[in-house]
C-alpha cells in the first residue's frame, strides 16, 4: 500500500460539486437498506485538524539539506524523510466509522460494484443531477484510493485529487463526482474535509520546505452494515453448503426402478396431444389487439387445455374479452401482471359456469340487429334513388314531344302580341307628350319631323 500522501497544490480534494450537495446526509441508501448513523464531517460538524511539525524537519530546512541523501561512498542511504509538516485529526474523529472488511480488495471488487448496482439510481442519481458518473469510474477511483487506505481498517485515505487522477486516467470533475458517488452510496465517509491552509499553517509550511497550498480531504473506506447482508444473500453458498442432510459413506446412493407398481408397470401414460380447438381459440385470442398483455405471456400449446371446453362451445376470443370484463366489473379489478395467468383465467371460467352461455352473444346479437337495420336502411335508400332517376329520365324524354313543341309555340306567341302592345302603348303615350309640349311652346307646326325624336335631337337648339 501507498502511504500517506499531502496535498502539493491548491486544490483541497473535497468530494463536493456544489452548494447542493453541502446540505445531503453522507451515508444515504434507499428505503430498503438502513442508513448509517454517523455522517461524516458536514456544514454542521466542521472539523479543521490541528497542522504539526516534526522538529528535525526545521533542523534540516535551516540547514539546506535533504535527509535521506547519502553523505559520501561509504554512508550508507537513509529511510525517505517523513512529511515535515502533517494534519493530525481531533480525538473521536473515528468514532461510529466502521473499517472495510476483508482488506481492501474485497471492498473494491465486491462492495463498491454491488452498492453502485443496488443504490445509485435511488441514492445518488437523484443528487447529483447532471454531473452523474458511470460505473467503471467509480470503481476506477474507488481502487486508486483504497491504495493511500490503512492496510487494516481502511481509514486515513487523503490523497488529492490531482494524484487520483494521474492514477485513473480521469479527469479531477471525474474523480469528484466519484467520491461524491462513494459517499452517497454509503461506503465511504470523508471524516475531514479538504480546506486551504491558513497563513500561520503556511508560514510553518514554508520554514519546512513544503509549499503546499492546502490540505486533502481524509476519508475512511469502510462496508455497510444493511450492504454486507445484501452482499452475503448475493454470494453462493455464504454459509457452506445447502444440503442439511450430510451423505455418510455407508448411506445407498443408488436408487430403484421409478416405474410404479401394479399391472404392467408402465408407469405414466404419454401426455395427450393440445386440443385443436383450444390450440385455435387460443391463437386467435393471442392475436387479438383487444386482449389483455398477459395473454401473450403463455404460448398456444399452454392455453390450449384451459380453452378447449370454451372452443367446443362455439366461443370467439371476443368472448374471452367479455369474460375478462365482467369478471372485472364484478370483482372490481383484474391484475395487469397475474402471478399464474392459466390459473387466473380458470377461475374466471369456472366462475362463468355454463360454457354454452357466450359472455358476449348479447353484444353480438345487437350488433348483428343494427347491421340487419342499417342495410335494410341502405336498401331503402338506393331503391329511393333509382325510382328518382327513372322518373327524372322520363321526364327529360317528355321534352321532345309534339304537346311540349306547340305548347312552347303558343306561349312565344302570345309573348309576341304582349309585346306588340306594349310598343303601341308607349309610343302613343310618347306621341301625346310630344304634343302637349309643343302646344304649351306655341310650336304648333303640322308638318315637319318631330324635334324629340332621338335622330333629331343633335340638330335641334331647344
Known amino acids: 500500500m501507498k502511504g500517506t500522501c499531502l496535498l502539493q497544490d491548491s486544490s483541497h480534494g473535497s468530494s463536493y460539486l ?13 428505503g430498503d437498506l438502513r442508513p448509517a448513523g454517523y455522517r461524516g464531517c458536514g456544514p454542521l460538524l466542521r472539523r479543521r485538524g490541528v497542522a504539526r511539525t516534526r522538529p528535525w524537519a526545521v533542523r534540516v530546512a535551516q540547514a539546506g539539506c535533504e535527509r535521506g541523501s547519502g553523505g559520501g561512498a561509504g554512508t550508507p542511504l537513509l529511510p525517505p524523510a517523513a512529511p515535515g509538516i502533517v494534519l493530525e485529526l481531533e480525538a473521536g474523529v473515528w468514532a461510529g466509522v466502521g473499517c472495510w472488511v476483508g482488506r481492501g480488495q474485497r471492498w473494491v471488487r465486491f462492495t463498491v460494484p454491488i452498492a453502485y448496482d443496488l443504490r445509485y439510481n435511488i441514492a445518488v442519481r437523484p443528487l447529483l443531477g447532471a454531473n452523474q458518473v458511470s460505473r467503471a469510474a467509480v470503481l476506477a477511483v474507488a481502487a486508486a484510493r483504497a491504495d493511500y ?7 486515513n485515505s487523503r490523497p488529492t485529487n490531482e494524484r487520483l487522477a494521474a492514477d485513473t486516467g480521469l ?8 467520491d461524491a458517488a462513494l459517499r452517497l452510496l454509503g461506503v465511504a465517509t470523508e471524516v475531514l474535509r479538504g480546506r486551504q491552509r491558513t497563513r500561520t499553517e503556511r508560514l510553518a509550511s514554508w520554514r519546512v520546505g513544503d509549499r503546499g497550498r492546502g490540505w486533502a480531504s481524509v476519508w475512511a473506506l469502510h462496508d455497510d452494515a444493511a450492504l454486507a447482508r445484501a452482499i452475503t444473500a448475493l454470494s453462493p453458498h455464504p454459509e457452506g453448503s445447502l444440503f442439511k442432510n450430510s451423505i455418510s459413506s455407508s448411506s445407498l446412493l443408488t436408487t430403484g426402478s421409478r416405474r410404479p407398481p401394479g399391472a404392467g408397470g408402465r408407469g405414466a401414460k404419454r401426455r395427450a396431444g393440445p386440443d385443436g380447438g383450444g390450440t385455435g381459440l387460443a391463437a386467435a385470442w393471442r392475436r387479438d389487439p383487444h386482449a389483455p398483455p398477459w395473454a401473450r405471456r403463455h404460448s398456444v400449446h399452454a392455453w390450449a387445455s384451459v380453452l378447449a371446453v370454451p372452443a367446443a362451445a362455439g366461443w370467439v376470443s371476443r368472448d374471452i374479452n367479455a369474460l375478462i370484463a365482467d369478471w372485472a366489473g364484478v370483482h372490481g379489478w383484474v391484475p395487469d401482471n397475474p402471478h399464474t395467468a392459466i390459473g387466473l383465467l380458470g377461475a374466471m371460467l369456472a366462475w362463468h359456469g355454463d360454457p354454452a352461455v357466450r359472455p358476449a352473444a348479447l353484444d353480438v346479437a345487437r350488433e348483428a340487429a343494427e347491421l340487419a337495420d342499417a342495410r335494410t336502411r341502405v336498401a331503402a335508400q338506393l331503391a ?9 329520365a322520363a321526364g327529360q324524354a317528355a321534352l321532345g314531344g309534339a304537346g311540349h313543341t306547340a305548347a312552347r309555340a303558343a306561349a312565344a306567341q302570345a309573348a309576341a302580341r304582349a309585346l306588340s302592345r306594349r310598343t303601341a302603348t308607349v309610343a302613343a303615350d310618347t306621341a301625346a307628350h310630344h304634343a302637349a309640349v309643343r302646344t304649351a311652346r306655341g310650336l304648333d307646326i303640322p308638318c315637319g319631323p318631330d324635334p324629340m325624336t332621338p335622330e333629331n335631337q343633335s340638330t335641334t337648339g331647344t
Not at 456544489?18 to 434507499?30: F, M, P
Not at 479527469?171 to 466519484?178: D, G, I, K, N, Y
Open 384 to 392: 329511393a334513388r333509382d325510382t328518382a332517376a327513372a322518373a327524372r
Open 171 to 178: 479527469s479531477v470533475r471525474t474523480v469528484q463526482r466519484a
Open 18 to 30: 456544489s452548494a447542493v450537495l453541502d446540505g445531503t446526509h453522507r451515508d444515504l441508501s434507499n
Open 149 to 155: 487506505a490503512e492496510y487494516a481498517t481502511g481509514r
